[in-house]
T-cell receptor, first 112, second 117 residues
């Protein structure tokens, strides 16, 4: 069974600070996704990482994938309040099309 | 281009009643997925469907839950004889058919929030 773990589960950080969210998964996969969810809302796709060593950046967020270590990171640079949300990573097992297994989520709170 | 459409957005049912949740995928998408999210938890896979076919239902409870994606019309997730533990947000997602350029990314609807009294 594919397991996906995120840490931390909850993160409170001040505006302007940097931090990294980690996503570990338990079996071979070559596709990893990051989503954002605001309270009571749907999931918004942030990044799609399709190969070992992939790195993508959008604004203050940067995601990377190391398939050998089965690890992805989501790095936040100079956090702002608008980034407060829950962030999920999701993994598809190689050969299972788009069926995604989600991590438990990291609830990020950016304070002034 | 409309996104994934789900309805109803909110549904209240009493124990023992039936709940029907509908999902229309994005235009051009032929794959539909249903996920359940309990409060303060991640999303759990329930079922993956293509038109008129259930591809993977490994996450569906064995009883009371069923899903379909008919040739015409939306996909429907049906929960019979609801119990309080069924209270959750049910999200539908869609993706294009497999092929070159398909990244496997899922596009999610706004969700249907079921409350069982």
């Amino acid at each position: 069974e594919l397991k996906v773990e995120q840490n931390p589960l909850f993160l409170s950080m001040q505006e302007g600070k940097n931090y990294t969210i980690y996503c570990n998964y338990s079996t071979t996969s070559d596709r990893l996704y990051w989503y954002r969810q605001d309270p009571g809302k749907s999931l918004e796709s942030l990044f799609v990482l399709l190969s070992n060593g992939a790195v993508k950046q959008e604004g203050r967020l940067m995601a990377s994938l190391d398939t050998k270590a089965r690890l992805s990171t989501l790095h936040i640079t100079a956090a702002v309040h608008d980034l407060s949300a829950t962030y999920f990573c999701a993994v598809s097992r190689t050969g299972t099309a788009s069926k995604l297994t989600f991590g438990t989520g990291t609830r990020l709170q950016v304070t002034l | 281009n409309a996104g994934v459409m789900q309805n109803p957005r909110h549904l209240v049912r009493r124990r023992g009643q039936e709940a029907r949740l509908r999902c229309s995928p994005m235009k051009g998408h032929s794959h539909v997925y249903w996920y359940r999210q309990l409060p303060e938890e991640g999303l759990k896979f329930m079922v993956y469907l293509q038109k008129e076919n259930i591809i993977d239902e490994s996450g569906m409870p064995k009883e009371r839950f069923s899903a379909e994606f008919p040739k015409e019309g939306p996909s429907i997730l049906r929960i019979q004889q609801v119990v309080r533990g069924d209270s959750a947000a049910y999200f539908c997602a869609s993706s294009p058919s497999s092929g070159t350029g398909n990244t496997g990314e899922l596009f999610f609807g706004e969700g249907s929030r079921l409350t069982v009294l």
